[in-house]
């Protein structure tokens, strides 16, 4: 009888920690990705589920026309298929910068670049670089 009952005890410890390690924070975490996937718009920069790096141009329903590569390749792909946002567009960033912060302008360093330096010559004789040696001393 007490073997039976501490089962059932068992069984009804295990299914609310079930639950709370694993149904819900995966809940969360899909709810999360759903609102990333409708917040997107033309000019994010995004990364697919496959790797594929590529700024939105277009979205239409549940596809997206991305251009991807120094050709700009132009690509439709499913919106599911996005699987992160790495960059926003341009005005959501000037957006999120407050006008007080201003980057303060770097201080200049000068680099003396009027002096020709010419690279010495393979195998040169021994006279040479004794010339050499001796202008660079001057």
């Given at each position: 009888m007490k073997t039976g009952l501490y089962n059932i005890v068992l069984i009804l410890v295990?299914?609310?920690l079930i639950y709370f390690m694993l149904i819900r924070p995966q809940r969360k975490r899909d709810k999360e990705v759903t609102s990333m996937r409708a917040a997107l718009k033309p000019g994010?920069?995004?990364v697919t589920i496959g790797g594929i790096v590529g700024k939105i141009v277009r979205i239409k329903d549940d596809r997206i026309l991305?251009?991807?590569?120094?050709g700009k390749t132009k690509m439709e792909i499913v919106k599911s298929a996005v699987g992160s946002v790495v960059g926003k567009?341009?005005?959501d960033k000037k957006e999120d910068k407050q006008p007080e912060?201003?980057?303060e302008p770097a201080e200049e360093t000068h680099?003396?670049?009027s002096k020709k330096v010419?690279?010495?010559k393979l195998g040169a004789k021994k006279s040479d670089s004794k010339d050499d040696t001796e202008k660079?001393?001057?």
């Open positions: 295990f299914i609310p994010d920069n995004i991305i251009e991807t590569g120094s567009q341009e005005s912060e201003k980057a680099v003396n670049r010419t690279p010495k660079d001393a001057e």
